[in-house]
Each structure stands twice: as C-alpha cells, then as structure tokens.
C-alpha cells in the first residue's frame, strides 16, 4: 500500500473504532488480549486491580473496539506524587497484529492524555 492509499485505509477504518472501560465483567476479555499480544502473563492482581479501580487508573485505562470486536488496550495506574499531584503509568498498550496502522494505538494514547488534561493535578509517563 502507498502512503496514500494507507491514509485513506485509516480514514476509513476510524468510524469502526470506539473506546470501553474494564469492568469486573469484561476484565477476562483484557486477559484474552494481552496474552495474544504479550510475550509475559500477568498475574490476576493485575487484572483485578484495572478492574476494580483499586489503584485509581481504571479512568486511564480503555479498551479499544474495531467493529466492536476487542483488538487494543492501554492500561494504567496513578502512582501519587506531592499532593494534591499524581503520575498515570502506562503499563501496557497493545493492539492485535491485523488491527495495527489503522491508529488504534494512537487513539488509545490519546484517550490517556486527554484525561489527564481535564486534572490539573495529573501528569502522565
């Protein structure tokens, strides 16, 4: 595919994405993806803890949907610095292999970022 040809692909495919929140009834579908995108298996506090909003990191983290079929995610916790002011971590972001360069990825970044621009308080690494 040429660059153009790409641009458009992508264009295209945006309307098909959308974004979710981990809940306890969806967390099991997040363990699905990461161990087809990861090399290592993380363990269940790492799910329950996204899930259960226990680090406070359940606002940055998403789900990303292609067609409303699961195919991304980026997860991630506060680590609290000086109050009032706290870091979000990302600890994962991935994306199923068929479902890259359409800016999934991206989009989930900026999902995090955004939410971090509406806290004055929050920085994001």
């Known amino acids: 595919m040429t660059g153009l040809d790409q641009a458009e692909f992508r264009k295209r495919a945006e309307k098909h994405v959308s974004f979710g929140q981990v809940t306890e009834k969806n967390f099991e579908q997040l363990r699905k993806l990461n161990i087809a995108v990861f090399p290592v298996r993380y363990n269940n506090k790492f799910y329950t803890d996204i899930s259960t909003a226990a680090n406070g990191g ?8 292609f067609s409303d079929i699961l195919v991304g995610a980026i997860c991630s916790r506060v680590e609290p610095q000086d109050l009032p002011h706290y870091k979000v971590y990302i ?10 360069r359409l800016g999934i990825g991206r989009r989930l970044l900026e999902q995090v970022l955004s939410g971090c621009d509406q806290h004055a308080e929050c920085s994001a690494v």
């Not at 359940?58 to 949907?65: A, I, K, M, N, P």
């Not at 600890?91 to 890259?100: E, F, K, S």
């Open 58 to 65: 359940q606002d940055f983290t998403f789900l990303g949907y």
């Open 91 to 100: 600890m994962t972001i991935g994306v199923l292999a068929p479902y890259r």
